[in-house]
């Protein structure tokens, strides 16, 4: 039998390789095969050619033996439990402390297996210890922090980040659905949107939603908007903040023009344009003489508004 780069079936990903399981785990090769061997912890299976691969249950131990070992077991000790004692105590640290850890490796593998329903399961878990507001920031960010790791290093499909990413938005919507609309004194519309061709649009999401729990008017207008499209709006009178999230877009030999467009269509109103994402560190030291301003991350804007 020949291994694939990650075998399917169903297309839903049962096999994983060792590199695949540092990756996703944190813990080296190295350190895995030395597991490996004194300890018996895993059991892979190897292909015609004397491959190693690694079974999902391979996948779940190695997540569950990295939480108990950061909580303080040894794993001499870990190595005697059976299956059954291993998700009991890795269920017990992640329910008796305020670790993240547990949860997020079950959304983990939620990805991996294309699984909602223990998605939901988790998620309503959490809900029951933090608020909306606190799974964001800590659980939801780092768990898509790290899926951009296991993206950039192949480890994972587009899909698995589609599902996530979907499943995510799904939850900030209907905790957007639940506010009362309750608007502070401001006369100040925001207005959120991606440029065109970006469509990393989960931030600008949660950020809207943050706004809107604020006493704030938003205008969420979502991915993919041309500038021109937002001429109309520049041309009010009322008072409005355009805020975008640039990660990809637009490119290194871009952006400066697409500003200067910007400063064009915001001419000397009132009106403030305010962009955040990692493409804006190209253009920090140039000054502009229209209302623009650069932000590093969410939490930044936050702060000010």
């Known amino acids: 039998m020949a291994l694939s780069k990650h075998m399917k ?3 839903i990903q049962q096999d994983f390789t060792i590199k695949d399981l540092e990756n996703i785990s944190g813990i ?3 350190t895995i095969r030395i597991w490996e061997k004194r300890y018996n912890l895993l059991e892979p299976k190897r292909t015609d050619t004397n491959i190693r691969y690694y079974s999902h249950e391979n996948l779940q131990k190695i997540l569950n033996v990295v939480l108990l070992s950061k909580n303080g077991y040894k794993i001499s000790r870990i190595a005697k439990m059976s299956r059954e004692e291993m998700l009991l105590e890795s269920r017990e640290v992640a329910f008796g402390s305020n670790t993240n850890d547990a949860v997020i490796n079950d959304f983990k593998l939620a990805m991996f297996q294309f ?6 399961k988790t998620y309503k878990k959490l809900l029951l210890k933090k608020h909306f507001e606190k799974i964001v920031k800590d659980v939801f960010i780092p768990l898509l922090h790290h ?3 296991l993206w950039q290093t192949d480890t994972i499909l587009p899909a698995h980040e589609h599902f996530v990413s979907n499943l995510i938005a799904q939850k900030i919507h209907s905790n957007i659905e639940l506010i009362e609309p309750v608007f502070n004194e401001s006369d100040k519309t925001y207005v959120l949107f991606l440029p065109e061709n970006e469509i990393h649009d989960l931030g600008l999401l949660y950020l809207n939603y943050e706004l809107l729990l604020k006493g704030n008017k938003t205008i969420y207008l979502g991915q993919n908007l041309p500038l021109d499209n937002l001429k109309r709006f520049f041309d009010t009178k009322k008072e409005l903040c355009f805020i975008t999230s640039l990660t990809v877009q637009p490119y290194k030999d871009k952006i ?3 500003f200067n467009q910007v400063e064009g269509l915001l001419g000397t ?3 403030e344009f305010i962009a955040i994402g990692r493409r804006t560190s190209l253009l920090k030291t140039k000054v502009y003489k229209s209302n623009i301003s650069f932000c590093d ?9």
């Not at 699984?115 to 939901?120: A, I, N, P, T």
């Open 9 to 11: 079936l169903d297309n």
């Open 28 to 30: 080296k090769a190295h």
């Open 115 to 120: 699984d909602k329903v223990l998605f939901d």
């Open 147 to 149: 899926i951009g790791l």
């Open 256 to 258: 400066e023009d697409y």
């Open 269 to 271: 109103s009132n009106h």
């Open 297 to 305: 991350s969410i939490a930044d804007i936050l702060k000010v508004i």
